[in-house]
């Protein structure tokens, strides 16, 4: 059966794999090698030198355009050097239009590395698509969302901003970190480039750094390859197995996050010590109707604001959890919880910060899959 064909928690374990042509091995080799032999200049076997291709890493850009539903992936370092490889697409003077509210690394690397080559960045809110119409004009070269957003949870309705950018010259990238495509299929919504730090749900064990694009297009898959292999900046043939190996139970684990994510967010919400919980599960979150409609689920991440909270108030309570582990990153099968202010958003000034909600008393929570029982029993007394 071809791969395009097959559900999608049969594409997670089989899309795009065979077993190796060597021995048969059913998962593909660490091929931990730098180059390859040649019988004659040009004389190879389709593998020239691991920078620009190596087998385990072609397995895993192979499995990663089949959940996605594209035809071509790209495996990168980090989900930092994937989003830097979709930049470099652009000349100066280009501009792009993003989000108001997005993850910190990315914000810091389109304004403190890009900004200064010249090209310029927009960061708008993209609760409804006014803002994003009105900051369209020719030289709009890259629309960036990323949704649910990191760490507001807010929505952004992936397809009516892929119809602002219908025949337009204007690329439509979207960061998939926080959904995956178990629960939404950006391609399929419009978009030209899914973008992931495979180091969260996709790897989803936190062992491993990794970054991937996945694309449709021909034209623009060989763009994006041109760059990954003159910037160098590819996945390790290790931590693609790694993040091979996590695909495989990538449905298994987003169900039981999305569940145990859905309980917390019950259990904070009636919990008279908490002021504010955000969670697109909830039919009062703003967007509720646009994640109902392009998500299966709500997934397992959740941020929420204690009553009265202050900054040393919240970092009492992220100090005092024992399950959940106080740390950076998110999507792994264990339970994280961070302090966004401090920690993963500390990049972006403050003003601009608080200005998306991203309050000193804000809390995130990266919900794993333990039992949930554990989980409440150690929010509550962290929160006692
Ligand atoms: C939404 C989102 N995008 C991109 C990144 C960057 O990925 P990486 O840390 O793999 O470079 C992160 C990391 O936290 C993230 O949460």
């Given at each position: 059966?071809?791969?395009?064909?097959?559900?999608?928690?049969?594409?997670?374990?089989?899309?795009?794999?065979?077993?190796?042509?060597?021995?048969?091995?059913?998962?593909?080799?660490?091929?931990?090698?730098?180059t390859?032999?040649?019988?004659?200049?040009?004389?190879?076997?389709?593998?020239?030198y691991?920078?620009?291709?190596?087998?385990?890493r072609?397995?895993?850009?192979?499995?990663?355009?089949?959940?996605?539903?594209?035809?071509?992936?790209?495996?990168?370092?980090?989900?930092?050097?994937a989003?830097?490889?979709?930049i470099?697409?652009?000349?100066?003077?280009?501009?792009?239009?993003s989000?108001?509210?997005?993850?910190?690394?990315?914000?810091?690397?389109?304004?403190?590395?890009?900004?200064?080559?010249?090209?310029?960045?927009?960061?708008?809110?993209?609760?409804?698509?006014?803002?994003?119409?009105?900051?369209?004009?020719?030289?709009?070269?890259?629309?960036?969302?990323?949704?649910?957003?990191?760490?507001?949870?807010?929505?952004?309705?992936?397809?009516?901003?892929?119809?602002?950018?219908?025949?337009?010259?204007?690329?439509?990238?979207?960061?998939?970190?926080?959904?995956?495509?178990?629960?939404?299929?950006?391609?399929?919504?419009?978009?030209?480039?899914?973008?992931?730090?495979?180091?969260?749900?996709?790897?989803?064990?936190?062992?491993?750094?990794?970054?991937?694009?996945?694309v449709?297009?021909?034209?623009?898959?060989?763009?994006?390859?041109?760059?990954?292999?003159?910037?160098?900046?590819?996945?390790g043939?290790?931590?693609?197995?790694?993040?091979?190996?996590?695909?495989?139970?990538?449905?298994?684990?987003?169900?039981?996050?999305?569940?145990?994510g859905?309980?917390?967010?019950l259990?904070?919400?009636?919990?008279?010590?908490?002021?504010?919980?955000?969670?697109?599960?909830?039919?009062?979150?703003?967007?509720?109707?646009?994640?109902?409609?392009?998500?299966?689920?709500f997934?397992?991440?959740?941020?929420?604001?204690?009553k009265?909270?202050?900054?040393?108030?919240?970092?009492?309570?992220?100090?005092?959890?024992?399950?959940?582990?106080?740390?950076?990153?998110?999507?792994?099968?264990?339970?994280?919880?961070?302090?966004?202010?401090?920690?993963?958003?500390?990049?972006?000034?403050?003003?601009?910060?608080?200005?998306?909600?991203?309050?000193?008393?804000?809390?995130?929570?990266?919900?794993?899959?333990?039992?949930?029982?554990?989980?409440?029993?150690d929010l509550?007394?962290?929160?006692?």
């Amino acid at each position: 059966m071809a791969s395009k064909d097959l559900k999608f928690n049969t594409k997670t374990i089989h899309g795009g794999q065979q077993p190796d042509e060597a021995y048969g091995a059913v998962m593909p080799p660490i091929y931990q090698t730098s180059t390859y032999a040649q019988t004659t200049p040009g004389g190879h076997k389709g593998y020239q030198y691991s920078r620009s291709a190596n087998p385990t890493r072609t397995a895993l850009e192979n499995s990663l355009a089949s959940i996605e539903g594209g035809e071509f992936g790209l495996a990168f370092g980090s989900g930092i050097a994937a989003i830097d490889a979709v930049i470099k697409l652009l000349e100066p003077g280009d501009e792009v239009i993003s989000t108001d509210d997005l993850y910190g690394g990315s914000y810091r690397i389109f304004k403190k590395i890009f900004e200064k080559f010249g090209i310029v960045f927009h960061f708008v809110s993209m609760q409804g698509t006014d803002a994003v119409r009105d900051k369209i004009n020719s030289k709009t070269k890259l629309i960036w969302v990323e949704t649910p957003t990191n760490p507001m949870m807010n929505i952004i309705d992936i397809k009516a901003i892929a119809a602002l950018t219908k025949d337009k010259d204007i690329l439509l990238a979207v960061d998939n970190t926080f959904a995956t495509p178990y629960l939404q299929m950006p391609l399929e919504l419009g978009a030209d480039i899914v973008m992931h730090s495979a180091t969260k749900y996709l790897g989803g064990h936190s062992d491993t750094v990794v970054g991937a694009l996945v694309v449709k297009d021909k034209e623009l898959a060989d763009k994006l390859y041109f760059v990954q292999n003159a910037s160098g900046a590819v996945c390790g043939p290790m931590d693609s197995f790694l993040v091979l190996r996590g695909i495989k139970t990538l449905h298994v684990r987003m169900q039981r996050h999305c569940e145990n994510g859905r309980a917390i967010a019950l259990y904070l919400k009636s919990n008279p010590k908490i002021e504010k919980v955000y969670w697109p599960g909830f039919e009062d979150h703003p967007n509720h109707h646009i994640a109902k409609e392009q998500m299966k689920d709500f997934g397992g991440m959740i941020s929420f604001v204690p009553k009265g909270g202050s900054y040393d108030n919240a970092i009492k309570i992220v100090e005092r959890l024992q399950v959940f582990t106080l740390a950076e990153s998110l999507g792994g099968v264990e339970s994280l919880a961070g302090h966004p202010a401090s920690m993963t958003h500390a990049s972006i000034p403050k003003e601009e910060r608080l200005r998306s909600g991203v309050v000193d008393s804000l809390i995130r929570l990266s919900v794993g899959i333990e039992d949930v029982d554990d989980l409440i029993a150690d929010l509550e007394q962290a929160i006692e």
